[in-house]
T-cell receptor, first 111, second 114 residues
């Protein structure tokens, strides 16, 4: 699976958009970009995933660059409850595909 | 609620003992994954099953074993427990092992070895 690089931490103000970057410069054509988050030792929570196109759901938007070497997760209106570790993961299509977690980025939302 | 159910939520046991952690996947999901999260290691993939068959193996110790039953629930067996096995153990499930699907995680089983 391609490796991802994320900043260690970032913060944003409550109510503002949080833009979380991720680099995956070695991604290959059959690999998806997934985002999960983990709030204080709870189970990792699925946020969104995509292959090439930008994706949006009720939680967030995922913007993938045209060359697919980087992506940005956007939480449009961050709340205190969005404080968590966010993981950007690249996973290939295949029978043995699995999520490989790195260290993630710690997002702190301040009042 | 992800739909993945793990029991027990908390477990305290002594070194040398054996425990079994149970996972019920989401309805309709055929693939089950087990992960370990300890303070200094992050989330580590242990093993994956699909429809009863082992599909992928990660950093799973020989003292640990798992299986998936015909009703698709899975069990992770941890034996000869050591202090270092204290961790959160997560189960996850997906319809099938393909990265186009979403993988959902349970809330985990906290294991403390004393």
């Amino acid at each position: 699976d391609a490796k991802t690089t994320q900043p260690t931490s970032m913060d944003c103000a409550e109510g503002r958009a949080a833009n979380l970057p991720c680099n995956h410069s070695t991604i290959s054509g059959n690999e998806y970009v997934y985002w999960y988050r983990q709030i204080h030792s709870q189970g990792p929570q699925y946020i969104i995933h995509g292959l090439k196109n930008n994706e949006t759901n009720e939680m967030a938007s995922l913007i993938i660059t045209e060359d697919r070497k980087s992506s940005t997760l956007i939480l449009p209106h961050a709340t205190l409850r969005d404080t968590a570790v966010y993981y950007c993961i690249v996973m290939y299509t295949g029978a043995n595909s699995k999520l490989t977690f790195g260290k993630g980025i710690t997002l702190s939302v301040r009042p | 609620d992800s739909g993945v159910t793990q029991t027990p939520k908390h477990l305290i046991t002594a070194t040398g003992q054996r425990v079994t952690l149970r996972c019920s996947p989401r309805s309709g999901d055929l693939s089950v994954y087990w992960y370990q999260q300890s303070l200094d290691q992050g989330l580590q993939f242990l093993i994956q099953y699909y429809n009863g068959e082992e599909r992928a193996k990660g950093n799973i110790l020989e003292r640990f074993s798992a299986q998936q039953f015909p009703d698709l629930h899975s069990e992770l067996n941890l034996s000869s427990l050591e202090l270092g096995d204290s961790a959160l153990y997560f189960c996850a499930s997906s319809p099938r092992p393909n990265s186009g699907n979403t993988i959902y995680f349970g809330e985990g089983s906290w294991l403390t070895v004393v």
